[in-house]
């Protein structure tokens, strides 16, 4: 229906990770000599894996490493992985199995394994199955080039340590996959919330945000560089709170000047807004019981901010909320829907949602549907409850909803998502968007595809527009997750 942030290149709604490589197109990479030292590295999961990546690519950059995209030239594999559900971490382990083949035939070959996986299994990679020869968490890459020397040495190579402060603001990026148009800039990193089904808070550490400074000069790099589209990434970006540096949880130990200068997320939004009025400002993710007024408020005062709210709310049931750890119920919920369309009335909304979460019962799961027949969302990313070791959930709640219900429901929860979508699409017939154009359109290379401020995909013939413009497209017919227009002339709107 739209761009899954887990699964980065719009895999199904249900298929829960594809595999991307994030290595450049470009030749000249690529025709780096055999002698030269080239890395291969696949990216899976969430927007901050891919993100991640790219400040991977920096410091690899600045060791003399090439990027390459084509594995049988590497001479180092890596794999930024995702431990979100089991599929996952399954997904990722098939993956070394087959670096470990090429690995038969090139010894020099080293595997190295990034993100949460590494962080959450650490040194049983090495220990046990002996796949790997580097294993990273996210926190520690700096220390990569210490580490590929460990390797090289044939020695233990494993950084897991969780940093306080570390948030990589100091490296600049190297932009993979890029389409030139719209780039990714973390904010924050880490999370406190500890919702019982999560594993974040264990791979990723607790919650620090990033020098609003560091984040307005890449900002202003990108918009250099000719981009038109940030988004601002977190785990739950409307708990950024930056007070001179330091975990969240310690600002209750902030001074009263610290107090008083402490920038929020909604001081944040509006400095990039205004500091950037060109570029268009989206956000990810929100977690409702973070979002305040004061956001939808700054949302609706700028207008390159987009109107566009990713919300995950994960049940319509009180009693499963609470058993989630949210810190919001079913109705506070609709009172922050309520807001935000009395504030922002185009704002589009999406969620993410668990079907058969432990004890959840019919009436669990229809309060689920009657939650979403209130909010009626755009679009939607649904999933099958996965146990996770070592979270609150695994520990306390028996995963006692079988396999078939868990299907079942999950089915019917992306059913009724193929109906709000499909209803949401058809309000744009007749109507004029302003579409950021960002690529061919899969469907057909003579359209171009890009997305309204609502983070809806529209396409229309290409004619004399190109990559980056801003488009006014009048919509003449749509599907559930797609607006098919005719453009009418560049845009004045944003
Ligand atoms: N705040 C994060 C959420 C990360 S997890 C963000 O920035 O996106 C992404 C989504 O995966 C969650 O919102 C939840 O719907 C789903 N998820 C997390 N743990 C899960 C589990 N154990 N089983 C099934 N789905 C899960
Ligand atoms: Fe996970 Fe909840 Fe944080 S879903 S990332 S613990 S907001």
């Given at each position: 229906m739209t761009k899954d942030p887990y699964a980065f290149?719009?895999?199904?709604?249900?298929?829960?990770i594809s595999p991307a490589n994030t290595g450049d197109l470009s030749n000249e990479k690529d025709s780096?000599?055999?002698?030269q030292k080239q890395f291969y590295i696949e990216s899976y999961g969430c927007q901050m894996n891919f993100s991640d990546s790219e400040i991977v690519a920096s410091i690899l950059n600045q060791e003399g490493y090439k990027l390459t995209e084509t594995l049988e030239n590497a001479n180092l594999v890596l794999v930024n992985t995702c431990s979100i559900r089991e599929k996952a971490e399954q997904t990722v382990r098939k993956r070394l199995e087959l670096f470990n083949g090429l690995k038969r035939k090139n010894k020099d070959l080293k595997i190295g394994v990034l993100g949460c996986m590494a962080e959450r299994l650490k040194h049983k990679f090495l220990e046990e199955e002996k796949m790997v020869d580097i294993v990273v968490g996210p926190d520690a890459y700096k220390d990569l080039p210490n580490l590929l020397q460990e390797a090289e040495a044939e020695r233990e190579a494993v950084n897991v340590i969780l940093s306080?402060?570390?948030?990589?603001?100091d490296i600049a990026p190297v932009?993979?996959?890029?389409?030139?148009?719209s780039a990714f800039v973390t904010i924050t990193r880490g999370c406190d919330n500890m919702c019982t089904f999560c594993v974040v808070p264990f791979t990723r550490g607790r919650e620090r945000s990033r020098d609003p400074k560091s984040i307005l000069g890449e900002i202003a790099q990108l918009a250099e560089g000719g981009y038109k589209e940030i988004t601002l990434l977190?785990?739950?970006?409307?708990s950024y709170l930056w007070y001179g540096g330091g975990l969240k949880k310690d600002f209750s130990k902030a001074t009263p000047l610290q107090r008083k200068t402490a920038v929020k997320f909604s001081n944040l939004l509006e400095l990039v807004s205004k500091a950037q009025p060109s570029i268009r400002i989206r956000f990810s993710t929100s977690n409702p019981q973070d979002m305040s007024l004061d956001v939808i408020h700054t949302m609706a005062k700028f207008d390159n901010i987009c109107n566009y709210i990713h919300l995950p709310v994960q049940s319509g049931s009180n009693s499963i909320l609470k058993k989630m750890n949210r810190h919001h119920s079913r109705e506070q919920y609709f009172e922050l829907i309520d807001n935000i369309r009395k504030n922002i009335p185009d704002c589009a909304i999406s969620h993410d949602m668990i079907a058969?979460?432990?004890?959840?019962t019919e009436q669990d799961h229809q309060d689920t549907l009657s939650l979403m027949e209130y909010v009626k969302y755009d679009f939607g990313f649904m999933f099958a409850y996965s146990e996770r070791p070592g979270t609150l959930a695994a520990k306390k709640i028996e995963d006692d909803i079988p396999e078939p219900t868990k299907k079942r429901r999950l089915q019917e929860i992306i059913d009724l998502q193929r109906t709000h979508s499909e209803y949401r699409t058809r309000q744009f017939i007749g109507k004029t968007v302003c579409v950021l154009i960002e690529k061919s359109s899969k469907r057909s290379s003579e359209f171009w595809s890009g997305r309204t401020s609502q983070n809806t995909v529209a396409v229309f013939p290409k004619e004399k527009y190109k990559v980056g413009d801003l488009v006014d497209v009048r919509i003449e017919e749509v599907t559930s997750a797609t607006l098919i227009g005719t453009a009418i002339g560049i845009s004045s709107s944003i």
């Open positions: 290149n719009g895999t199904p709604l249900t298929e829960e780096a000599s055999k002698t306080k402060e570390e948030t990589y603001g932009r993979l996959a890029a389409n030139g148009v977190g785990q739950n970006v409307d058969g979460f432990p004890s959840e």
